[in-house]
C-alpha cells in the first residue's frame, strides 16, 4: 500500500493543486489528510472541495474546528483570528457541515493518524519535543503516527529500550522493533525556512517514509489573499516559508 499523506492546506490552492499533481506520479493507493484545510488563505471552499473529492480519511485541525465553532480562537495570533472570521463568512453549508464531521483521530491496521497529539486531541497541542512527543508514543497502538500542525516535517523515533531519537531528514526506513511519529510538513504554509509545499509517502511494502517538497506560484495566492481583505502578513510569510 502506498499512502499519500498531507496536512495544513490553510485554504492554498495553489500548493494544494500542485501536491496534487505531484501524488499523481507517485501511484498512490490512498490519500490521507492531517487536518487544517481551511484558514489563512483564501479558498477555503475550493480546497474542501479539492480534499473530498481525492479521499475520505480526513482528521479535524484547529483551523478547521474553530471555522465552525467547535474550537476556540482564544489562543490564536491576530493574523490567524481574522482569518478564521473571514473563513466563517466564506464557507457555504456544504463545506460547514463536512468540517463539522471531521473526527480527531482515524487508525487502520497500518497507521494512526492525528493533527496534534494523541493525548488530549481536541486541544490541539503542539509536538514540539520529545517530552510532548512521549504522552504519544504511550498512547500509540501502532508502530507508526502521522501529524501536522507546527508546519515543520520532523520523525521522532523510539526504540524497543525506550530511547528516542528526532530528526529532520527527508526519508526513513521502518524497522521493526520501532515505533514512529511523522509530522508530514504543511502543503499552504510550510515554516521551516523552505516555503515550497511539503507532502509525504509511505509505502508499507518497501517500509519507507519519503517526505518530498514541490514549489508552487506563492506570488498568485499572496495576490489573491491580499484581494480577500486579509492581513498582508498572511502572504508575505509564504514567501520567507515562516
Not at 496536512?7 to 492531517?34: F, P, R
Not at 481536541?122 to 504522552?135: C, L
Not at 516555503?195 to 511494502?205: K, L, M, Q, V
Request: proline share 2%.
Amino acid at each position: 500500500m502506498r499512502y499519500g499523506i498531507f496536512s495544513d492546506v490553510h485554504a492554498n490552492l495553489e500548493a494544494l493543486q500542485t501536491v496534487i499533481e505531484a501524488y499523481k506520479k507517485e501511484a498512490i493507493d490512498k490519500y490521507l489528510c492531517a487536518g487544517d484545510i481551511v484558514g489563512y488563505a483564501s479558498c477555503p471552499r475550493e480546497c474542501i472541495e479539492k480534499v473530498r473529492t481525492l479521499t475520505t480519511v480526513a482528521v479535524a485541525g484547529n483551523h478547521d474546528w474553530a471555522s465552525v465553532d467547535l474550537f476556540s480562537v482564544e489562543y490564536f495570533n491576530h493574523a490567524a483570528a481574522k482569518a478564521i472570521a473571514w473563513t466563517k463568512q466564506n464557507l457555504d453549508q456544504d463545506s460547514r457541515f463536512f468540517l463539522q464531521s471531521l473526527k480527531l483521530i482515524y487508525k487502520n491496521e497500518d497507521l494512526t493518524l492525528t493533527h496534534g497529539t494523541l493525548d488530549n486531541p481536541r486541544d490541539f497541542n503542539y509536538m514540539t519535543d520529545g517530552y510532548v512527543a512521549e504522552e504519544t508514543f504511550r498512547l500509540l497502538d501502532t508502530n507508526i503516527c502521522f501529524v501536522g500542525h507546527t508546519h515543520v516535517a520532523g520523525i521522532f523515533i523510539k526504540d524497543k529500550f525506550g530511547h528516542m531519537d528526532y530528526h529532520e531528514d527527508n526519508s526513513t526506513s521502518i524497522e521493526d522493533g520501532k515505533r514512529y511519529i511523522i509530522n508530514v510538513g504543511s502543503v499552504g504554509q510550510p515554516r521551516d525556512g523552505n516555503p515550497d509545499s511539503a507532502y509525504c509517502i509511505y509505502d508499507t511494502d518497501k517500509k519507507e517514509v519519503q517526505i518530498k517538497r514541490v514549489s508552487y506560484d506563492i506570488k498568485a495566492v499572496g495576490e489573491k489573499i491580499i484581494a480577500a481583505g486579509l492581513p498582508r502578513f498572511l502572504a508575505d510569510r509564504l514567501l520567507r516559508g515562516m
